[in-house]
Nanobody, 117 residues
Framework: QVQLVESGGGLVQPGGSLRLSCAASRVAFTLYTMGWYRQAPGKQREMVARIFSYGTTNYAASVKGRFTISRDNAKNTVALQMNGLKPEDTAVYYC???????????WGQGTQVTVSS
């Protein structure tokens, strides 16, 4: 069973930074597109950023220029560097692994990010 374990969430003031990390185990990491999604109270889960195995990235318009996704294929990890955080970034952030060919899709348990003064 694939396991995705997130870390790095917390409380930060507006304008601050956080770095989320996700460690994947029991997975052929390079066969998966890795992504970060978030879900705020009362809202649907939305894609924040994703990165393909060869490094191409996609970002939601709301975070472009502020967030950076990266992956280390040797360590089976994916990170999300979040700068210039805003109160509207407050949500539970989930790590996701989507197989590039097969219909395999996995989620981490989520980590809370709260942006508040």
């Amino acid at each position: 069973q694939v396991q995705l374990v997130e870390s790095g969430g917390g409380l930060v003031q507006p304008g601050g930074s956080l770095r989320l990390s996700c460690a994947a185990s029991r997975v052929a990491f390079t066969l998966y597109t890795m992504g970060w999604y978030r879900q705020a109270p009362g809202k649907q889960r939305e894609m924040v950023a994703r990165i393909f195995s060869y490094g191409t990235t996609n970002y939601a318009a709301s975070v472009k220029g502020r967030f950076t996704i990266s992956r280390d294929n040797a360590k089976n990890t994916v990170a999300l560097q979040m700068n210039g955080l805003k109160p509207e970034d407050t949500a539970v952030y989930y790590c996701n692994a989507q197989h590039q060919v097969m219909d395999y899709n996995y989620w981490g348990q989520g980590t809370q990010v709260t942006v508040s003064s």
